[in-house]
Every structure is written in structure tokens, then in C-alpha cells.
């Protein structure tokens, strides 16, 4: 949903969106002064269990013809793809640990294990995705150029098979991340520079053309007569990759509680707005160390967009400051358990693969135009309920 002003929808004045942005800041501030030995050892130790499960992995496959090691080969590889995509590259492109001045752990040098190109991942993702999040007509993440996403994306008769796009999405994750920087959008309405087009289309064919070789043609080769055995194992650890990289990702930016905006919504936006915006567009998951290690850290989705360059296993203590300070100021803040928010999620995605007027929203609508001008100021705890009431309601966990 877009909400119409931030501002006034979170009750807050122009003096309290400034010092809100100013706590943000000081958060900043303090990580980035105590960073040191503890979170080098951390992202070190990551890569080294990384490496070591794809190597037994693949070790594992020579004997893929036997089904246990076909199962525990492709479970270990599907682990070690996970944590290279999730924990390590994506974090290591944000420029998480660039402060180590680690040529092999650097941001300008890391090369993933996905289809994508580093470069245009760092393009799509880092600058358009994180600068314009859930800013409709600029975030191409909103449905990945496939999907219907919000309400107020025009609907069109292709939308009806959302559901099939959304599985083909889900289990060639790595392809549909691949063509993301191409802005399939432009390509559609003639806006994209055929050179740009054509330089990019070659990046992604190299690119692509490599994982395929080392995944279905080199390693199952070095299997001799196992060879299809490995390869299915090979198949299965990716799609395996692939499905949870794209639960994950659907999870932080598509629950109820994470709102879409409009281009007018972000003119003149100030940096502490800008903040704002991050944590009422962002949604976040519960669970355990492990769960937030696989997922990239990316369960605490709104501390990753507040600070996509800060260590990510940092997350965890930046999360209780944050969502503090939201209570403080009274804030929304989305969180749930894993299973929910994506249920949320594709929910959403079999609804609006129809016209709105065939279903209800399951979010709050902004105040309607002619409705007089909210008070500027922060409202009484008396107040605020019926504030609440007359906005739709909104809860600080996904339910």
C-alpha cells in the first residue's frame, strides 16, 4: 500500500522524524566505531566452513551413485551455495567488511557463486533496490518485472497466472536475479540503451555460461560413470539454493506491514525520512542463530535496510536498539515467524493476480483525500487508538 504522507501517518513531528533520524545515526556510529578482531574472525570463520562443506560436498558426489552420499553430497553442496549467497556475498558486496581493507573480502573483488554479475547485482541491488526501496515505478524488486505486487500496479489479464510465474520464479531464483539489472521494464517500453542492453546481455551469457559448466558438465565429469548421479545432486542443491534464497527475500519485503510508495512520496526526502521509509517498508522474521546465519542475517530485513553496510552479524544487537527506538516514537514495526510472513507473501501474490475489485485488502489504506489534515504533533496515549481505528490499524506484528 502507499500511504500518503509518512510523516503525518506515524504521528510524528518534523522535529521527531529529525532526532529519529539522529538515534539512527548514533547506532551507526557506534558499530562502526567497535568494530575489530571479533567480527573479522566472524566472516573468516564463515568462509571457512563455507568452503570446507562445498569441498566435502563434492567430494562426497564421486560416490553419488550410492544414495547416501548422493543425499549428503547434495545437502552439503545445498548448504554451501546457501551461505555463499546468503551470509557471504551478499554481504560482502554491500561492503560490509570492506573496513578489514581485505583485497579477497572486498566489495569491489567479490565474485559470487550465482548467474548474476557482481557489478549489476551491485548496480540493481545495492544502489536502485536500497535507495528506492518499495518505490513503485523505481524498485524492480516489487515482482521482479513478473509479478504483480501492490495494489496500485495496473492489473492486466497476464497476471492471472501469477501463481505458475511465482513457482518458475521461486526455483530459477538465480536466472530471474540474473536478468534483474536488464529492467525488463525498460526493455518494454523502448527506454533501454541497446549498447547498455547488449554489454549486459554478454556479462550475464559469461557468467551463466560458467555455472553451467562447473555445476552440469566439469565436477559431474569428474564423477566417470556417476556422472548423472552428480549431476541430479549438483540440479538439486541449486534449486535447493534457489528456493530459499527467494522465501527469504519474499519474507523481508512483502508481509503485511511492509508498505509500497509512491515517486511523489520520496520527493525532497530528507535522510532521516529516508530511514522511515526503510523501516515501514521492510519486514522481519523470528528465529534462532542458525536460521539468521542461512538466511544472510536477513531476518532482521529492517536493520539490513537502515545499514546494508554494516558487519550483518551485527544485526542481532542493532535490532534491539531499533526496535526500542520504535516503541519509543511509535513506530510500526513488522516481525513474525518465518512461515507467516511468507504465507503473508503468497497470499498476496494469488490475490492480486486478479482485479482488486475481486478481493479485499488485507492492509491499511491511507486517510482518504478529503479528509481533514492530521494534526501535527504527537498525539496522547488516549488518542492514539482511535488514530489507529480511523487509519485501518496497523500492528508491529505480522499477524
Not at 564421486?62 to 551478499?90: F, Y
Not at 548496480?123 to 528506492?132: C, D, E, I, P
Not at 536477513?298 to 558487519?311: C, K, T, W
Amino acid at each position: 500500500m502507499a500511504i500518503s504522507d509518512v510523516r503525518e501517518y506515524t504521528h510524528l513531528t518534523d522535529e521527531e522524524v529529525e532526532q529519529i533520524g539522529r538515534e539512527l545515526d548514533a547506532i551507526r556510529a557506534e558499530v562502526e566505531e567497535s568494530r575489530g578482531a571479533a567480527d573479522a574472525a566472524y566472516i573468516n570463520r564463515m568462509i571457512k566452513v563455507q568452503r570446507g562443506l562445498a569441498f566435502a560436498g563434492r567430494v562426497t558426489l564421486l560416490a553419488s551413485h550410492r544414495k547416501p552420499a548422493w543425499a549428503a553430497g547434495a545437502a552439503m553442496l545445498g548448504v554451501a551455495k546457501i551461505l555463499e549467497n546468503m551470509e557471504i556475498g551478499h554481504n560482502v558486496m554491500h561492503g560490509q567488511w570492506d573496513w578489514m581493507n581485505d583485497p579477497e573480502i572486498h566489495s569491489s573483488n567479490w565474485e559470487w557463486d550465482t548467474a548474476q554479475p557482481a557489478e549489476q547485482w551491485k548496480h540493481s541491488h545495492n544502489y536502485v533496490h536500497h535507495q528506492f526501496t518499495n518505490v513503485l515505478g523505481h524498485d524492480n524488486d516489487i515482482g521482479y518485472g513478473i509479478l504483480r505486487m501492490a495494489r496500485e500496479q495496473k492489473w492486466h489479464p497476464a497476471n492471472l497466472g501469477q501463481p505458475v510465474y511465482n513457482a518458475l520464479l521461486a526455483s530459477l531464483f538465480q536466472w530471474g536475479v540474473a536478468l534483474h539489472d536488464l529492467d525488463i521494464e525498460a526493455i518494454r517500453k523502448g527506454k533501454k540503451d541497446p549498447k547498455e542492453m547488449k554489454r549486459q546481455l554478454g556479462q550475464i551469457w559469461r557468467k551463466g555460461r560458467n555455472q553451467v559448466l562447473k555445476d552440469y558438465v566439469v565436477y559431474p565429469a569428474l564423477s566417470g560413470p556417476h556422472w548423472r548421479t552428480t549431476l541430479t545432486a549438483n540440479a538439486t542443491a541449486n534449486v535447493t539454493r534457489n528456493l530459499w534464497s527467494y522465501v527469504i527475500i519474499f519474507c523481508g519485503h512483502f508481509p503485511d506491514g511492509a508498505m509500497h510508495f509512491t515517486e511523489e512520496e520520496i520527493e525532497d526526502e530528507t535522510r532521516a525520512e529516508w530511514y522511515l521509509r526503510q523501516i515501514l517498508g521492510a519486514a522481519n522474521f523470528e528465529g534462532g542463530p542458525l536460521l539468521h546465519i542461512m538466511s544472510g542475517n536477513l531476518g532482521y530485513q529492517i536493520e539490513h535496510h537502515l545499514f546494508p553496510d554494516l558487519p550483518s552479524n551485527r544485526y542481532g544487537e542493532i535490532a534491539v536498539k531499533v526496535r526500542a527506538l520504535c516503541d519509543k516514537y511509535d513506530i510500526p514495526y513488522t516481525i513474525g515467524p518465518l512461515h507467516r510472513q511468507y504465507g503473508q507473501a503468497l497470499r498476496t501474490i494469488i490475490k492480486l493476480s486478479v482485479p482488486n475489485g475481486f478481493t479485499t485488502s488485507d492492509k491499511p489504506e491511507p486517510p482518504s483525500p478529503d479528509r481533514a489534515p492530521v494534526e501535527r504533533g504527537r498525539k496522547s496515549d488516549a488518542e492514539r487508538p482511535s488514530r489507529r481505528a480511523e487509519l485501518g490499524g496497523w500492528s508491529r506484528k505480522a499477524s
